[in-house]
């Protein structure tokens, strides 16, 4: 039987517990742009506390998906005590917070208090990776944050130097990925001649790409333009001190800039795609302006956008497209998909769960409906799965009852019979069940995975359920 003291521990554990889930959707559901920089504060303060109470009501219990992820960590010979439910939301609630009142005090222009937060928040991060098993693409998200804070308050220098240090991370950990693509675009645009487009961009700060080091820091200093951007005509000229600095930054990157768009010429011959002009290219770059558009034309833009890692701006394309055309599901479907890349996980799964209710069980009135309510429902899924974020937003209906979710998955798979996710999805669906049949579902989805790192992932959880199968026969 429990003792007094135990009650009392339990007791106020559960009411702990309620607070961070409170606190935790107050801190989400903010309006940094309307609300008071005291309100940001006291989330952040409220946080904190929460966080030094962590060690003394800390139940260790982790959530089932967790459990699951040790096991297969195991295997692999990684770390594999899992993060309980109270570490996942006092860390993010901490994180969120913080992200809050450096973006309040960054609207402010209170740029040095804005970046002891973000320094803060990076920190945290790398502290997140080792405790509850936060994604490399989180850590690189905040870098680039913190450099873009710099390069708002003038520091160019230090901008350039936390961009490069998040590229190199970028090229370790996760390379090709969206958030890399981010980054070294962000870079590039910093590091702009500095032309104003036809719709008004500002002039960028002039400076040189490797050491960061400009005229305006040092009168002394004289640029020098890369010969081949200049003989292709690029929108974006690379500058340099010194021959070491060109040599150095041509061996770290630059090549690769020059390889990805000799890359997309060819696509483009192929294709019999016409680049991009210099209007499209300046509405691109404008990250507030969003032009008077058609639906079409407006999708066309939004997934320019996605090429380019400017999420920001895709999602003003996307929701202009929304008003226009309130019951296509085609831009819910692409707003979800930024939301989910902005890492604005609880909105992505409400605008992925539109795009479901408007293609329905009624004939589809768009074309590839039926497409779009599939790869919705496997990335609702594949969000609660694999997201500790997603811990604390409520799952849809079909996914509390496992019947109705083993239904969707097979529907999905059905549609979409050439989606990784959705065999993943019917794969986990079938663990408990049929382990058979979900080993075959992960070796389909490893089989139609065009990614390499997915090819692997889907493959380790077939491992994974085939050692499960072993140890239960």
Known sequence: SSTPTTMSVNREREQYRQHLKSLIQKVKTTDVNNCSLEKCQKHLKEAKQCMDLLPRLDDGKPLPQHVEAAQFR???????????????????????????LAEKLEGQKKFEEALTHYHDMVEQGKQMRKVVWEPESELHTLINNLALCYKRGGKFEQAIEWYQKGLDMCAQEDPGSTMERM???????????GKAGPVGQTTAKRCCWNCGVSPNSNPSVKLLCCARCKELKLAVYAYYCSAECQREDWKRRHKLYHQEIKDAKKTAVRNNFQPLSEETQAVLNDPDYVPDSDYASLLSLSAQCTEQGKHHKEKKLLKKAIKMEPNNPVAH???????SNSHEYEESVKEFSNAMRLVGAKPPKYANANEIWARSAASIFAMFTRRSECSCIQKPIWMTDHKELEL???RVVEVVPSFNEGWAMLGATLEDVNPERAIECYERAALV???????????QEAVRVRSKLLQVN
């Open 74 to 100: 195991r295997l692999l010979g990684l770390d594999h005590v899992p993060p309980s439910e109270l570490q996942i939301l006092a860390w993010n609630t901490l994180k969120l917070a913080r992200l809050n």
């Open 333 to 339: 479907h692409n707003l979800a998909i930024c939301l």
């Open 449 to 459: 995975s065009e990614i390499d790192s997915n090819v692997t992932r889907f493959q």
């Open 183 to 193: 980054i070294r675009d962000n870079l590039d645009t910093m590091l702009n001649t």
């Open 408 to 410: 969707v998955a097979k």
